[in-house]
């Protein structure tokens, strides 16, 4: 089993930036496709960002690519979120997300608790 912890949620205005940051513990938890995925009041849970163990494949949902980057260090456990030039429609809490390839929601073998991220416009 996997446990996620995520991080580095808050409070910010419109164009401001977070970096966002989830430590994964448990059996061989770098071996994983990670994934963050975001929801907001009301929404489904969609999509955001994922990156394989390699780092060498990564994807992003059409609403946040050119402005958010998804990296990992494997040394750590750890995946970040970098979110650049936030707006109001990026509030939602954020949970990080370990599983295979291609870590569709479907995909998603483990799920963090989530972290809230709150934009003001």
């Known amino acids: 089993q996997v446990q996620l912890v995520e991080s580095g949620g808050g409070s910010v205005q419109a164009g401001d930036s977070l970096k966002l940051s989830c430590v994964a513990s448990?059996?061989?938890?770098?071996?994983?496709?990670m994934a963050w995925f975001r929801q907001a009041p009301g929404k489904e849970r969609e999509f955001v960002a994922r990156i394989k163990w390699s780092a060498s494949s990564a994807g992003y949902a059409d609403s946040v690519k050119d402005r958010f980057t998804i990296s990992r260090d494997n040394a750590k456990n750890t995946v970040y979120l970098q979110m650049n030039d936030l707006n109001s429609e990026d509030t939602a809490v954020y949970y990080c997300?370990?599983?295979?390839?291609?870590?569709?929601?479907?995909?998603?073998?483990?799920w963090g608790e989530g972290t809230l991220v709150t934009v003001s416009p």
């Open positions: 448990g059996r061989n938890p770098h071996a994983y496709a």
């Open positions: 997300a370990a599983g295979p390839w291609p870590m569709r929601r479907v995909d998603v073998t483990f």
